[in-house]
């Protein structure tokens, strides 16, 4: 009879209690362990608004020196900036976030040079830079300056009608520059006809739709510049003669491009799938969603690109080339050969049929001196100019910026990038408005007055 209690019901009750108690404590601390060390979420948004890009995900796990993220703000401002940065946080263990109050800790923010609430320093590789607002955007790119150190300059040539880079207007490419900036490069035009010989801190050269022939000496100092080793995106629209348009053949500069095995077709590039009128765009503005596996074009998969007013090219590689395509119109596509008429009329018996390639990119290992050249040829140029680049339809800004990471050797930050927020208003009119406020303010009030009304009834 000693040891009856413990039969008691009431021993049998506590002792279920306590193995219950412990079972729960047991399951909410190995919650809390899993989801400190892996922090999980799910991002329910449209637009992907609170998941990290490739990019970011890619630069930070790749990290090989430690890298550290200074947010210097008020402690109640802190919450705001935690949501972006610890999602950066959780991607390597060689990047540290530290939230400091200048308020709290004024000689350590007087020794960082802090002046304003807000401010955002990331540090790498004994360099600092400032990132300037709490965007990923803008958190990445100072991250990537401060691991790259000083800029790569792209040189854009000008002076035979190519788009202007610090022309605003829907037609110039402010926006590639601008996007380059973002990107850690530098960017500015130079002339060839004064002095026909790129620049030697050129490190990427880019020919963006000239309307006039280029001279002979220019062609040359282009050809030599790549054949020493140098890097250069050709862009190349189709010699047009419509009305005020009138686009020159540029056959040196196409002769050049041809001896290393990529050939500008005399023609433009026509979608008669249809699938371009989902986006509202015509036939003459081709649409791509499927890429090669190249790496400017690899993680693009899933990603919509549109080359308006754009040619075709034929692709070989040569005995000092090795040329791929980056990726090519449908098979419902055509390559009109009439250059000098508005109308879209399509002529089985001589147009070529897709599929047709529209951008390809190659090295040049037969460089004097051992100098390996890498060159991009694009059937056109529309595609990157303010208009388009400024579209959130389109991926376009993110190809762009693989091609000149490709051509300065900066091949690990080939990737998708951090895309701004959109800005998605809902636009309701007047009637729409009224319809809102009769549901929502007298409808289902009266619905519940009556339902309460009846179930009072029943209970009566």
């Known amino acids: 009879m000693r040891f009856a209690w413990l039969k008691s019901r009431r021993t049998n009750y506590a002792l279920y209690l306590t193995a219950y108690v412990l079972i729960i404590l047991a399951v909410l601390v190995a919650a809390n362990v899993l989801a400190n060390r892996y922090n999980k979420s799910y991002d329910a948004t449209s637009n992907k608004r609170y998941t990290l890009s490739d990019q970011t995900i890619k630069v930070v796990r790749n990290l090989k020196q430690d890298a550290t993220i200074s947010y210097y703000d008020r402690m109640s401002e802190f919450a705001r900036a935690k949501d972006l ?45 400032e990132a300037k607002s709490l965007t990923e955007e803008e958190l990445t790119s100072a991250l990537i300056r401060s691991l790259k150190g000083a800029a790569h300059m792209v040189c854009a040539v000008t002076g035979s009608g190519e788009h202007d880079p610090d022309d605003q207007r829907s037609g110039g490419a402010a926006a590639f520059k601008q996007l380059l900036e973002k990107n850690n490069y530098k960017a500015r035009s130079i002339s060839l006809l004064e ?43 189709p010699p047009l003669k419509m009305g005020r348009m009138d686009i020159a053949a540029n056959a040196g500069l196409g002769k050049l491009l041809e001896s290393w095995g990529v050939t500008a077709n005399n023609d433009m590039v026509l979608d008669m799938s249809g699938v371009g009128q989902l986006f509202g765009l015509g036939p003459e503005m081709p649409l791509v969603t499927s890429y090669e596996q190249q790496p400017i074009v690899k993680d693009l998969k899933g990603s919509a690109t549109v080359f308006p007013v754009t040619r075709s090219l034929d692709v070989k590689s040569t005995d000092k080339t090795k040329v791929e395509k980056l990726f090519e119109t449908n098979e419902n596509s055509y390559a009109d050969t009439d250059l000098s008429s508005t109308d879209i009329r399509i002529d089985p018996r001589k147009d070529k049929k897709g599929p047709l390639t529209l951008a390809a990119a190659g090295s040049y290992e037969g460089g004097k001196g051992g100098g390996k050249g890498r060159f991009v040829v694009v059937g056109g140029s529309a595609w990157a100019d303010n208009g388009v680049l400024t579209s959130r339809s389109f ?49 289902m009030p009266l619905i519940a007055v009556a339902g309460g009304i009846s179930v009072w009834w029943k209970r009566r």
């Open 85 to 129: 940065l610890d999602r950066y946080d959780a991607l390597s263990p060689k990047l540290t976030v530290a939230y400091v109050d200048p308020d709290r800790k004024p000689q350590l923010a007087k020794a960082a040079g802090v002046k304003n609430y807000g401010t955002i320093f990331v540090e790498a590789g004994g360099r600092r830079e």
């Open 195 to 237: 002095k026909a010989e790129v620049p030697g801190d050129c490190t990427v050269l880019v020919i963006d739709g000239p309307r006039l022939d280029y001279t002979e000496p220019v062609v040359k100092a282009i050809g030599s510049y790549v054949e020493k080793g140098g890097r250069a995106l050709f862009m190349l629209d």
């Open 395 to 443: 991926d376009n800004r993110d190809l762009a910026m693989n091609m000149v990471n490709w051509l300065s050797s900066d091949e690990d930050l080939i990737s998708i990038r951090p895309k701004e927020p959109a800005d998605r208003p809902l636009s309701m009119n007047q009637r729409q408005m009224g319809w809102v406020f009769y549901v929502c303010l007298v409808l």
